[in-house]
């Protein structure tokens, strides 16, 4: 059974650039959360989608957006870029948000975007 | 709200002892689920094991148990018998219906296994 898939690796951009992240979730998993990894803020959770449907929201502006498709991946946006959005943007997969606290989560190798 | 702490910024264990990072957690929910994750250098989460809160049993995997401790609230992670291969950074999460299911996640240790 594949994993959860991101695409690309790396990626540098330049301010005020937008950048589009890509998730593949695993077969079968409907939910995709999105998180982003600094070393000043840690892991701080974006957003979840569920059947294509913006579940949850984090404390994150407008400039950061996603969608779901029907085949449940999922990408993230991000329109002019500044400097403090390089991060480690990490994408995880699980057959349930809402209601699954008891769902683990599996993650994938994440997107290193920086910002230059 | 829902918190996750993590007292060790850093361990060094020498290879094939056992370790323990620590984790404390605090929240109003009685229904909730803990989490341990491994990030490698290379970036990527590595789901580890889970302990629900209506757990009686303390989750075991492999080599990884989680010392369940729910009057504490805490849910320490246990690595017996260490390799090399298990220096990265280590957090533990959890969620529940006051994070909306969210993963509320730790600061992290960072675990260097010496040979």
């Known amino acids: 059974k594949a994993g959860v898939t991101q695409t690309p690796r790396y990626l540098i951009k330049t301010r005020g650039q937008q950048v589009t992240l890509s998730c593949s979730p695993i077969s079968g998993h409907r939910s995709v959360s999105w998180y982003q990894q600094t070393p000043g803020q840690g892991l701080q959770f974006l957003f979840e989608y569920f059947s294509e449907t913006q579940r949850n929201k984090g404390n994150f502006p407008g400039r950061f957006s996603g969608r779901q498709f029907s085949n449940s991946r999922s990408e993230m946006n991000v329109s002019t870029l500044e400097l403090g959005d390089s991060a480690l943007y990490l994408c995880a997969s699980s057959t349930s948000g809402t209601g699954g606290a008891y769902t683990e989560a599996f993650f994938g190798q994440g997107t290193r975007l920086t910002v230059v | 709200a829902q918190k996750i702490t993590q007292t060790q910024p850093g361990m060094f264990v020498q290879e094939k002892e056992a370790v323990t990072l620590d984790c404390t957690y605090d929240t109003s929910d009685p229904s909730y689920g803990l989490f341990w994750y491994k990030q490698p250098s290379s970036g990527e989460m590595i789901f580890l094991i889970y302990?629900?809160?209506?757990d009686q049993q303390n989750a075991t995997e492999g080599r990884y148990s989680l010392n369940f401790q729910k009057a504490r609230k805490s849910a320490n992670l246990v690595i017996s018998a260490s390799q090399l291969g298990d220096s990265a950074m280590y957090f533990c999460?959890?969620?529940?219906?006051?994070?909306?299911?969210?993963?509320?996640w730790g600061a992290g240790t960072k675990l260097i296994i010496k040979p």
């Open positions: 999460a959890m969620r529940g219906p006051d994070s909306n299911y969210q993963l509320i």
């Open positions: 302990q629900g809160s209506y």
